[in-house]
Nanobody
Framework: QVHLEESGGGLVQAGASLRLSCAAS????????MGWFRQAIGKEREFVAA????????RYADSVKGRFTISRDGSKNTVFLQMDSLKPEDTAVFYC?????????????????WGQGTQVTVSS
């Protein structure tokens, strides 16, 4: 069973930056595609960003394009989400996810493993 653990969340002011990390353990296949999703209070969980198993392909939600950057360190089975120019509407619990395939996808149903989430709060 793949275990994912997020870190790096916190409380920041609008315009600030945060870098989320997701460390994977019990990782049988380092070519798993990875993704970040978020869920705000009262809303459904939504796609944020994803990266392919080899790190060459990425996808972003329109709401974060140009502000967020996903990357991965294959040697350490770690995925990062650099979040710049944060807005109050980015406030949510951010979840890391992995899918049993190297192909990048944006649909939540295609992800097989999930972390517990890390809270990101952006004040105005």
């Amino acid at each position: 069973q793949v275990h994912l653990e997020e870190s790096g969340g916190g409380l920041v002011q609008a315009g600030a930056s945060l870098r989320l990390s997701c460390a994977a353990s019990n990782y049988p296949n380092t070519r798993y595609a990875m993704g970040w999703f978020r869920q705000a209070i009262g809303k459904e969980r939504e796609f944020v960003a994803a990266i392919s198993g080899n790190g060459e392909a990425t996808r972003y939600a329109d709401s974060v394009k140009g502000r967020f950057t996903i990357s991965r360190d294959g040697s350490k089975n770690t995925v990062f989400l650099q979040m710049d120019s944060l807005k109050p509407e980015d406030t949510a619990v951010f979840y890391c996810a992995a899918r049993n395939s190297p192909l990048v996808r944006t649909y939540i149903e295609t992800y097989d493993f999930w972390g517990q989430g890390t809270q990101v709060t952006v004040s105005s």
